[in-house]
């Protein structure tokens, strides 16, 4: 670079007033250079950088204009070509389109074209007998035909047009034949730039650089480079650093003078790698303006650099800019996207209100995480109907909880504010839907309303930094260049991957090198800042060079058919990215530091040096071998996050940790005295390791009084008394704490109705079948599975509206299996003609749900624990049945299979307690058509085809008070220890929040004998 450099300066001396061209790759390439000209305080006039599309522009731009034709902006070219490709006559035979739904298609065909187009290439150039093969040779030609025929119809020019038009008036150029033309090597990157440039009248110098030992040229190279000065670089006195020229030729280099200019090392994870660099940075006290790190892998380091860099208040700039996806408006953009596409679930809309991600306007008092719980509550599922129902219903039922005149004037202006946050978030969904044109995801969809409705929805996602305000900008830009396909109609999946990758490709905060700033930028663009310091970061083998994977299009073979040399194949790229790179590292000045990470921490991986530090090793020591073990030896231990010395660090948590290295237990006084919270947490260890129970364990005495259920106003279903049997923890956390667990319930396209949704389908239409058959005061005969298959469709229609179905497959497969089991449940009712069924879905305790139930009543059932306390319980009973000796059975339906452990003993330590409340209510109910009913059993039925219609049944007289005596006293005595059996967290929503050991050491303490868990241990104690 130097030596350009110099070269530049000469010209400028020594043609002072003439024109001079610079051609350059890309402005920012232009930029550099020319600012460090004037750093280095060369004066310069009439030096002009520019790219060859700049020159051809100024000559065709005029032209072109005048017959009005635009340029193609380029970001629309895949959805272009998506469209022509979709778009040809059925007569062209079909390769690619099968594929068109693949993400990466569009950008692979129309990086193809522009390749093709660019190496001179019309759709009538194409040869069939370069292709592999005959169809894909016919749809590539038409698709060209198709696209070379849009560009005319829509008078638009792409940049091969460009360079076309200025080529055909190229005697009209803006350079003059006496003005200077200087290229730098890799300004011209296709063909048709190599032609208008060679066209282009003016007096070439040729650019000089120094010769760099070894080093390939491309095949690209023989007519892409212009005629280049190579000059040799004196081999005396060179620092080590510059030495990197040498690097593939280490044994030719100079003897290494060590000077300190070239270092080395390896670090234990990417963000150790930066810390590393950041502390050298700071210890060294470089003004970070004089400072570049090039990143051999851009966006890993890029964002990590930026995050750091932002927490440490260092002003950077970025080179490459930083991915889109780090910012919240393009992250709530494609989380927009998928949710369109789940059909509108309502766990991704969840899951997108709790990303942090959305800003929606719901007033000060409701955050988007608060709507995420609201809609989780209100058991909205799938489809753009779910949330005006189950918000409605939600609201509804917290309203008339709020009328509740038992309650007290706080709970009641709870519920009414519940009620009110779930019609505000109903009213910011219905307005969201509104603006979405998608109502199933089978239809079509015009491109450009989409587009203008996620361009719409960036308003509501959270801008909190510099990052997302850019980002904000950059998607509705993105999306705004999709306008010329507006009318674009195409299935709803298609147009969603057209704008994702559009919003997915936008990069924010890119910056050129300032005063002032760090500058950070790629392998392949370091050194034109020219900063005295450079860190060449992310040189593990696997990154630091292109993988050689052929272009999913057009094949290598296909390519060096139709053009050898010219259009690049997988290898070329290869040789052409190790040919720049080592380049870039050849031309580096001042001081030169190399890393990499050899650990992937993320996924667990060692990583190894690119050859590259293997070489440079053997420039620093020409006695050292090319062996990992010695160049690992040299390198010593991988740094970590902690800084070698306390005055390095960059924040406290450094100077801690630095200071701490190797002092062992002796320091935690001095820690847990700085940290107060450190200092109970690790309290709070010790003692949930001790074996007693403690406050650390779930021991909470204040707590007890208050979820008394012998003392509540609140009835108690028999689910919650076997819940806290199962888990008292787990019934702090909800009933105590009132905190609920996050449900993470993916989508399962292969899945229609979740096992609960399918339950309680199954319940209502026992539930209805029998009802009827009971109005007719009948038993079910054979010819009644016609009215069963009616009501089965019925009921599965009316679920479908509220639950759509991801796939008519699974649908056909679910309601198959439902009417499969209803059959077989009906075929069990034809074998008992002797019962009847006099109360179904018997509700007690809460209002029934409008189908008029003789025995149900509002009022919950009183159970006398026999010591002067009472609990109220409340619940459904699926099913009271008459017998033919006049006694009452007590059924419980369920739709799974049976696994008999679970049903083992009478009361399995209160966590089977329903058989026995339910008769025991039951009793209490039958008074309404029996004065003195004879409740005989209580029984679990395994109604469907895989419960294979067992049932496990129990006697009604069993004495239930003991066990919920002991189930109150465990909970008076405010003891609320975590589950003591695995098998009890497998399902648990709240697993992930519980510590992973709990288990373990709540059986310990349980088994310990302390005396608080005294009542707890009794209640197990009922088997
Ligand atoms: S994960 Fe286990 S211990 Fe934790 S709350 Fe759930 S059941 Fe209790």
């Given at each position: 670079?130097?030596?350009?450099?110099?070269?530049?300066?000469?010209?400028?001396?020594?043609?002072?007033?003439?024109?001079?061209?610079?051609?350059?790759?890309?402005?920012?390439?232009?930029?550099?250079?020319?600012?460090?000209?004037?750093?280095?305080?060369?004066?310069?006039?009439?030096?002009?950088?520019?790219?060859?599309?700049?020159?051809?522009?100024?000559?065709?731009?005029?032209?072109?204009?005048?017959?009005?034709?635009?340029?193609?902006?380029?970001?629309?070219?895949?959805?272009?070509?998506?469209?022509?490709?979709?778009?040809?006559?059925?007569?062209?035979?079909?390769?690619?389109?099968?594929?068109?739904?693949?993400?990466?298609?569009?950008?692979?065909?129309?990086?193809?074209?522009?390749?093709?187009?660019?190496?001179?290439?019309?759709?009538?150039?194409?040869?069939?007998?370069?292709?592999?093969?005959?169809?894909?040779?016919?749809?590539?030609?038409?698709?060209?035909?198709?696209?070379?025929?849009?560009?005319?119809?829509?008078?638009?020019?792409?940049?091969?047009?460009?360079?076309?038009?200025?080529?055909?008036?190229?005697?009209?150029?803006?350079?003059?034949?006496?003005?200077?033309?200087?290229?730098?090597?890799?300004?011209?990157?296709?063909?048709?730039?190599?032609?208008?440039?060679?066209?282009?009248?003016?007096?070439?110098?040729?650019?000089?650089?120094g010769r760099i030992p070894e080093l390939?040229?491309?095949?690209?190279?023989?007519?892409?480079?212009?005629?280049?000065?190579?000059?040799?670089m004196p081999t005396e006195s060179v620092t080590d650093a510059r030495r990197l020229r040498w690097l593939l030729a280490p044994a030719k280099a100079p003897e290494p003078v060590g000077d300190g200019t070239l270092e080395m090392f390896r670090?234990?994870?990417?963000?150790?790698?930066?810390?590393?660099?950041?502390?050298?940075?700071?210890?060294?006290?470089?003004?970070?303006?004089?400072?570049?790190?090039?990143?051999?892998?851009?966006?890993?380091?890029?964002?990590?650099?930026?995050?750091?860099?932002?927490?440490?208040?260092?002003?950077?700039?970025?080179?490459?800019?930083?991915?889109?996806?780090?910012?919240?408006?393009?992250?709530?953009?494609?989380?927009?996207?998928?949710?369109?596409?789940?059909?509108?679930?309502?766990?991704?809309?969840?899951?997108?209100?709790?990303?942090?991600?959305?800003?929606?306007?719901?007033?000060?008092?409701?955050?988007?995480?608060?709507?995420?719980?609201?809609?989780?509550?209100?058991?909205?599922?799938?489809?753009?109907?779910?949330?005006?129902?189950?918000?409605?219903?939600?609201?509804?039922?917290?309203?008339?909880?709020?009328?509740?005149?038992?309650?007290?004037?706080?709970?009641?202006?709870?519920?009414?504010?519940?009620?009110?946050?779930?019609?505000?978030?109903?009213?910011?969904?219905?307005?969201?839907?509104?603006?979405?044109?998608?109502?199933?995801?089978?239809?079509?969809?015009?491109?450009?309303?989409?587009?203008?409705?996620?361009?719409?929805?960036?308003?509501?996602?959270?801008?909190?930094?510099?990052?997302?305000?850019?980002?904000?900008?950059?998607?509705?830009?993105?999306?705004?260049?999709?306008?010329?396909?507006?009318?674009?109609?195409?299935?709803?999946?298609?147009?969603?991957?057209?704008?994702?990758?559009?919003?997915?490709?936008?990069?924010?905060?890119?910056?050129?090198?300032?005063?002032?700033?760090?500058?950070?930028?790629?392998?392949?663009?370091?050194?034109?800042?020219?900063?005295?310091?450079t860190?060449v970061?992310?040189l593990?083998?696997?990154?630091v060079?292109?993988?050689?994977?052929?272009?999913?299009?057009?094949?290598?073979?296909?390519?060096?058919?139709?053009?050898?040399?010219?259009?690049?194949?997988?290898?070329?790229?290869?040789?052409?990215?190790?040919?720049?790179r080592i380049e870039r590292l050849a031309n580096l000045e001042g001081n030169v530091c190399l890393s990499f990470?050899?650990?992937?921490?993320?996924?667990?991986?060692?990583?190894?040096p690119s050859w590259i530090l293997l070489n440079a090793h053997m420039l620093i020591d020409p006695n050292a071998g090319l062996s990992y073990?010695q160049l690992?030896q040299y390198l010593?231990?991988?740094?970590?996050?902690?800084?070698?010395?306390?005055?390095?660090?960059?924040?406290?948590?450094?100077?801690?940790?630095?200071?701490?290295?190797?002092?062992?237990?002796?320091?935690?006084?001095?820690?847990?005295?700085?940290?107060?919270?450190?200092?109970?947490?690790?309290?709070?260890?010790?003692?949930?390791?001790?074996?007693?129970?403690?406050?650390?364990?779930?021991?909470?005495?204040?707590?007890?009084?208050?979820?008394?259920?012998?003392?509540?106003?609140?009835?108690?279903?028999?689910?919650?008394?076997?819940?806290?049997?199962?888990?008292?923890?787990?019934?702090?956390?909800?009933?105590?704490?009132?905190?609920?667990?996050?449900?993470?319930?993916?989508?399962?396209?292969?899945?229609?109705?979740?096992?609960?949704?399918?339950?309680?389908?199954?319940?209502?239409?026992?539930?209805?079948?029998?009802?009827?058959?009971?109005?007719?005061?009948?038993?079910?005969?054979?010819?009644?599975?016609?009215?069963?298959?009616?009501?089965?469709?019925?009921?599965?229609?009316?679920?479908?509206?509220?639950?759509?179905?991801?796939?008519?497959?699974?649908?056909?497969?679910?309601?198959?299996?439902?009417?499969?089991?209803?059959?077989?449940?009906?075929?069990?009712?034809?074998?008992?003609?002797?019962?009847?069924?006099?109360?179904?879905?018997?509700?007690?305790?809460?209002?029934?749900?409008?189908?008029?139930?003789?025995?149900?009543?509002?009022?919950?059932?009183?159970?006398?624990?026999?010591?002067?306390?009472?609990?109220?319980?409340?619940?459904?009973?699926?099913?009271?049945?008459?017998?033919?000796?006049?006694?009452?059975?007590?059924?419980?339906?369920?739709?799974?299979?049976?696994?008999?452990?679970?049903?083992?003993?009478?009361?399995?330590?209160?966590?089977?307690?329903?058989?026995?409340?339910?008769?025991?209510?039951?009793?209490?109910?039958?008074?309404?058509?029996?004065?003195?009913?004879?409740?005989?059993?209580?029984?679990?039925?395994?109604?469907?085809?895989?419960?294979?219609?067992?049932?496990?049944?129990?006697?009604?007289?069993?004495?239930?008070?003991?066990?919920?005596?002991?189930?109150?006293?465990?909970?008076?005595?405010?003891?609320?220890?975590?589950?003591?059996?695995?098998?009890?967290?497998?399902?648990?929503?709240?697993?992930?929040?519980?510590?992973?050991?709990?288990?373990?050491?709540?059986?310990?303490?349980?088994?310990?004998?302390?005396?608080?868990?005294?009542?707890?241990?009794?209640?197990?104690?009922?088997?």
């Open positions: 670079m130097r030596i350009f450099l110099r070269q530049l300066a000469d010209l400028c001396e020594k043609h002072r007033w003439q024109s001079k061209w610079v051609l350059v790759a890309s402005h920012a390439q232009g930029h550099l250079i020319g600012e460090r000209l004037v750093r280095e305080g060369i004066g310069w006039a009439n030096l002009r950088f520019v790219t060859p599309l700049d020159i051809a522009l100024q000559i065709a731009g005029p032209r072109l204009s005048a017959s009005d034709v635009g340029l193609l902006e380029q970001e629309c070219g895949p959805s272009v070509m998506l469209k022509l490709l979709l778009d040809l006559p059925t007569d062209v035979p079909a390769y690619f389109r099968l594929l068109a739904d693949q993400p990466g298609m569009a950008e692979a065909l129309w990086s193809a074209v522009c390749d093709l187009r660019l190496a001179g290439f019309g759709a009538n150039d194409l040869l069939a007998t370069s292709f592999a093969s005959l169809v894909k040779h016919a749809e590539i030609a038409a698709v060209m035909a198709a696209y070379e025929k849009y560009l005319l119809d829509t008078k638009l020019a792409d940049t091969a047009s460009v360079l076309l038009e200025a080529l055909r008036w190229v005697a009209d150029s803006v350079t003059r034949p006496d003005d200077l033309l200087v290229e730098l090597p890799g300004a011209c990157t296709s063909l048709l730039e190599r032609r208008f440039v060679t066209a282009l009248p003016a007096t070439r110098i040729a650019p000089r650089k390939l040229e491309s095949r690209r190279s023989a007519w892409a480079f212009p005629t280049v000065e190579t000059c040799d670090a234990a994870g990417i963000e150790a790698e930066i810390q590393e660099v950041l502390y050298r940075i700071a210890s060294r006290q470089l003004a970070i303006d004089t400072v570049e790190i090039a990143c051999a892998q851009a966006d890993t380091y890029a964002a990590l650099l930026w995050e750091k860099a932002q927490r440490h208040g260092w002003p950077v700039t970025l080179q490459m800019g930083l991915p889109g996806v780090f910012t919240r408006p393009v992250r709530a953009v494609l989380a927009l996207c998928d949710w369109i596409e789940s059909n509108f679930s309502a766990d991704c809309l969840i899951r997108l209100l709790q990303s942090g991600d959305l800003a929606p306007a719901l007033g000060d008092d409701l955050s988007s995480t608060a709507a995420g719980r609201i809609l989780r509550r209100s058991g909205a599922t799938i489809g753009r109907d779910t949330y005006r129902s189950s918000l409605a219903t939600q609201a509804a039922s917290d309203r008339s909880r709020a009328k509740d005149v038992e309650l007290e004037p706080e709970r009641r202006a709870y519920y009414e504010n519940r009620a009110m946050q779930a019609e505000r978030v109903a009213t910011w969904i219905s307005n969201l839907l509104t603006g979405i044109p998608v109502t199933s995801i089978a239809d079509d969809v015009a491109l450009g309303n989409l587009a203008q409705a996620c361009s719409s929805f960036v308003s509501s996602a959270t801008t909190q930094c510099l990052e997302d305000a850019a980002g904000a900008t950059a998607v509705v830009r993105a999306l705004d260049a999709l306008k010329p396909l507006a009318d674009l109609h195409r299935p709803v999946r298609l147009v969603l991957g057209l704008v994702r990758n559009c919003v997915r490709d936008v990069r924010v905060c890119i910056g050129l090198p300032r005063p002032g700033a760090l500058h950070v930028t790629t392998l392949a663009n370091a050194g034109y800042a020219g900063r005295s310091s860190f970061v992310g593990s083998e696997r990154d060079f292109p993988r050689g994977f052929e272009d999913p299009v057009l094949l290598d073979a296909e390519r060096t058919a139709l053009a050898p040399g010219t259009l690049l194949t997988s290898r070329d790229r290869v040789v052409e990215a190790v040919h720049e990470s050899c650990r992937d921490l993320r996924n667990g991986r060692e990583m190894f073990q690992n010593g231990e991988p740094v970590s996050v902690v800084p070698k010395e306390p005055e390095n660090a960059l924040g406290d948590s450094g100077w801690w940790l630095s200071l701490l290295r190797g002092a062992g237990p002796a320091s935690m006084p001095h820690v847990l005295r700085a940290f107060p919270g450190l200092d109970r947490s690790a309290k709070a260890e010790a003692m949930r390791n001790g074996l007693g129970f403690t406050a650390y364990d779930g021991f909470v005495r204040q707590a007890g009084p208050a979820l008394d259920i012998r003392t509540s106003s609140q009835a108690v279903s028999a689910s919650m008394l076997e819940a806290f049997a199962i888990c008292p923890f787990r019934h702090f956390l909800h009933y105590g704490l009132g905190v609920d667990a996050l449900e993470n319930r993916e989508e399962n396209v292969d899945v229609w109705l979740r096992p609960d949704e399918r339950g309680r389908l199954l319940h209502s239409i026992y539930a209805q079948f029998l009802r009827e058959l009971r109005q007719e005061s009948r038993r079910p005969v054979e010819s009644d599975r016609i009215r069963l298959r009616q009501i089965v469709k019925v009921s599965i229609d009316q679920l479908r509206a509220q639950i759509p179905p991801l796939s008519e497959s699974v649908f056909a497969r679910e309601t198959a299996e439902i009417l499969r089991d209803l059959e077989f449940f009906l075929t069990a009712e034809l074998q008992e003609p002797n019962r009847t069924p006099v109360g179904l879905e018997v509700s007690f305790g809460f209002a029934a749900s409008g189908i008029e139930e003789l025995l149900a009543t509002p009022e919950p059932v009183t159970i006398d624990l026999g010591d002067g306390h009472k609990v109220l319980l409340c619940g459904r009973i699926d099913r009271i049945d008459r017998l033919s000796d006049g006694s009452f059975e007590v059924i419980d339906y369920k739709p799974g299979r049976l696994y008999r452990d679970r049903y083992r003993g009478t009361f399995a330590g209160g966590k089977l307690l329903q058989h026995a409340l339910y008769s025991r209510a039951a009793k209490e109910l039958l008074l309404k058509v029996d004065p003195a009913p004879h409740v005989a059993s209580s029984t679990y039925y395994f109604a469907t085809e895989r419960g294979a219609a067992q049932r496990v049944s129990f006697p009604a007289d069993l004495d239930v008070s003991p066990i919920l005596r002991d189930l109150a006293e465990a909970i008076v005595s405010g003891t609320f220890p975590q589950a003591i059996c695995d098998d009890d967290c497998r399902w648990c929503d709240y697993a992930r929040g519980c510590a992973t050991d709990g288990v373990e050491q709540s059986a310990a303490k349980f088994e310990s004998g302390d005396a608080a868990l005294a009542a707890y241990r009794r209640l197990l104690g009922h088997v």
